[in-house]
């Protein structure tokens, strides 16, 4: 999560922020530069405050902390599931060198989301939601017992995970269309998410599976049915009312229409394709 990019995009998007400031509106200007001049731990802390100073009232406030709360499972999940991996010894011993590299790189990530959703959402007035190890159970009721015996199995989760996490933030867009600051950072968090996503799947690529960077259709690159529901509806070639494939003449197969948007999935649909992660 870029901190930076998602300060500027409300700068872009929602002007009106600086009148709901007030006097603040110089200091948010600066906030930017700011960020330069601090430790990188009081941003969240900035953050959050700006948060309610922009949004005071409680509806506002709540409306924002649901959404890092939902942000903040899932980021859990994520990081627990990669800690645990890096920490396997068989996964260690099957990833040496780069792949392990970019789990480590990746699992970092996570946490530093869960570090700063956690502040963000404490600055803002909200109680965190708190997950620990034990309370997941990464072999999904046991659909993936092999998950961390097997490095292929733990690659299929991951992408699975990733996958399933770049289309839970785009569905928080149409949550969220009324609050273009909390809808701009839940864009930019699906932005990470989607790299890691295409990371893994190029990863799972080089080991022999028959998957590309990105979801073509609804298939889930070999994984299989216990993984139906996370793709489920990638199949759409219809965007805003427009038919994507052959548009305007072009050739445009029904791979390359598919491939070229993610689908969001509702709070709801995510529940129930994580809920078997949870202990």
Do not use: C
Not at 94 to 119: K, S
């Amino acid at each position: 999560m870029n901190l930076q990019n998602i300060i500027s995009e409300i700068e872009k998007v929602d002007p009106e922020i600086y009148e709901r400031t007030s006097t603040r509106r110089d200091v948010f200007k600066n906030f930017l530069g700011l960020s330069g001049k601090v430790a990188l731990t009081a941003l969240p802390f900035a953050f959050g405050s700006m948060i309610q100073k922009a949004y005071g009232s409680p509806t506002g406030v709540s409306t924002v902390v649901d959404v890092l709360n939902f942000a903040l499972k899932l980021e859990y999940l994520e990081y627990n599931f990669y800690k645990k991996g890096v920490d396997t010894a068989l996964i260690q011993l099957q990833a040496v060198g780069a792949p392990l590299t970019a789990l480590t790189t990746i699992r970092n990530h996570e946490n530093d989301h869960v570090t700063f959703l956690r502040d963000a959402i404490t600055s803002a007035g909200g109680v965190p939601v708190s997950f620990v190890e034990a309370d997941f159970d990464f072999t999904a009721d046991g659909t993936f017992p092999t998950v961390f015996t097997n490095y292929d199995t733990f690659l299929a989760v991951a992408q699975t995970l990733e996958d399933t996490g770049v289309r839970a933030y785009k569905g928080q867009a149409a949550n969220l269309q009324s609050n273009r600051t909390v809808l701009t950072a839940a864009l930019n968090i699906h932005s990470v998410e989607a790299r890691h996503a295409s990371h893994i799947r190029q990863m799972r690529k080089a080991r022999g599976a028959s998957v590309k960077p990105w979801i073509t259709g609804n298939d889930s690159g070999g994984i299989g049915a216990a993984v139906a529901g996370n793709y489920s509806g990638e199949q759409n070639v219809v965007q805003s009312g427009v038919t994507i494939t052959n548009i305007n003449g072009f050739t445009i197969s029904t791979d390359a229409a598919t491939e070229s948007f993610d689908e969001p999935l509702t709070d709801a649909q995510v529940i129930a394709l994580v809920t078997p992660f949870f202990a």
